[in-house]
């Protein structure tokens, strides 16, 4: 079973209200021949519905955070599009695209676009910081982008360690020397 195949029924049983650690147990009886994994990141990178349910406001605060990041972007590249050629207006245009467009993407079932948000921060960051002479932390300008900045980075980091936690490849007692991925149980369980 290919990689996309085995996202889209990872998805689908999670959609009907599966544990993970379920999911993959029962993927694993259903698709033998898959291999353990990439099944176990397959069903690593889908957060459970019970976990999207219990961290839904910190889903929408980074939401929140990754639009006005990147209206900051938009609006410090406006400042600047004369003094640009026309390839290097558009290349500069494609960062707060793509990191809004990761943003949005976030709010769905897959939750590896969290790395790519807390890269894209970072990224950021470091190319704006690099582009200042003096930073003026007295300036509410630069403390605005700097405290947007560290709560995208620290919110996307705390958001994947919780929804992208990993999980632990153990021998299988009733399968011989074959390993079975254990995930840890899920957010907001009453485990």
């Known amino acids: 079973m290919k990689r996309r195949e085995l ?27 898959a291999d353990n994994e990439d099944l176990a990141d397959a069903v690593r990178y ?3 519905l019970m976990a999207r349910e219990h961290f839904k406001n910190e889903r929408n605060i980074l ?4 639009v006005a990041l990147a209206t900051f972007y938009f609006w410090q590249i406006a400042a600047l599009i004369h003094d640009q050629s026309s390839l290097r207006r558009l ?5 707060p695209v793509s990191l809004l467009a990761l943003g949005i993407s976030s709010m769905g079932k897959w939750g590896r676009s969290y790395s790519f948000i807390m890269f894209l921060a970072l ?9 200042m002479e003096e930073p003026d932390f007295t300036d509410p300008l630069t403390t605005l982008w700097l405290a947007l900045t560290l709560a995208v980075i620290a919110l996307s980091w705390y958001l994947r360690k919780k929804l992208t936690s990993d999980y632990i ?7 011989g020397m074959h390993k ?7 957010p907001g369980a009453l485990a």
């Open 7 to 33: 996202r889209k029924a990872v998805a689908a049983k999670i959609a009907l209200g599966y544990t993970r650690q379920h999911a993959y147990d029962e993927l694993r009886i259903e698709e033998p021949t």
């Open 46 to 48: 889908t957060p459970s």
């Open 63 to 66: 939401i929140a955070l990754v």
């Open 91 to 95: 290349l500069s245009l494609g960062f």
């Open 123 to 131: 990224y950021g960051g470091f190319q704006w910081w690099s582009k």
């Open 169 to 175: 490849m153990q021998r299988d007692p009733r399968e």
């Open 180 to 186: 079975r991925a254990v995930f840890p149980p899920e």
